[in-house]
């Protein structure tokens, strides 16, 4: 989609430098899906693996909150459904939580075991797939990548992700 929308810019079809509002609406979807899942993470913890957890939450949750907010400004997107998509992102991580809590109630342990090991997979997978490969081709870092700023930048955000999963993975043991 954000292909088509370059496409139309440089034809000339669209030409108010906004983007169609589908594409936050796509990345709204694409970042609360892991929000929930590391919330659903939080949920079933135990309290020291609960801290490590809420780190890797609070080390993601505001970057993605304002890459988001940026693509929602740069779109056509109205007042109303800005605030409601953005209010759906925010309320993931909460709904995780107290699904996760929840879940722990109907499952065994072992069952757990495979909860969490799902639930953590499908977080860093998404949370890898955004840091190395969506948008790339126009990325600001990547075109900036020329200088070793930009590229150092570029690798900061990328190991603040496998940081992320690390702390994960540790929370969890392993």
């Not at 989609?1 to 034809?11: F, G, N, Q, V």
């Not at 940026?70 to 605030?83: A, D, H, N, W």
Request: with cysteine.
């Amino acid at each position: 989609m954000e292909h088509r929308e370059e496409e139309l810019s440089a034809k000339g079809q669209r030409d108010d430098g906004l983007t169609s509002p589908v594409i936050p609406v796509i990345m709204t979807v694409m970042i609360a899906i892991p929000s929930f899942l590391l919330g659903t993470a939080l949920g079933v913890s135990g309290t020291a693996q609960a801290v490590m957890v809420f780190l890797a939450i609070i080390a993601h949750k505001g970057t993605a909150g304002f890459a988001l907010a940026v693509k929602m400004v740069r779109s056509t997107l109205g007042r109303f459904r800005t605030i409601a998509l953005y209010t759906f992102f925010a309320f993931s991580t909460p709904l995780g939580i107290i699904v996760g809590e929840n879940a722990q109630e109907y499952l065994s342990a072992h069952e757990m075991l495979e909860v969490k090991g799902f639930i953590l997979a499908a977080a860093s997978g998404v949370f890898l797939y955004l840091s190395t490969t969506h948008g790339l081709r126009d990325n600001p870092l990547l075109v900036q990548c020329k200088n070793h700023r930009g590229f150092f930048a570029m690798l900061a955000g990328f190991a603040l992700t496998v940081g992320v999963r690390l702390l994960m993975g540790e929370a969890h043991g392993g």
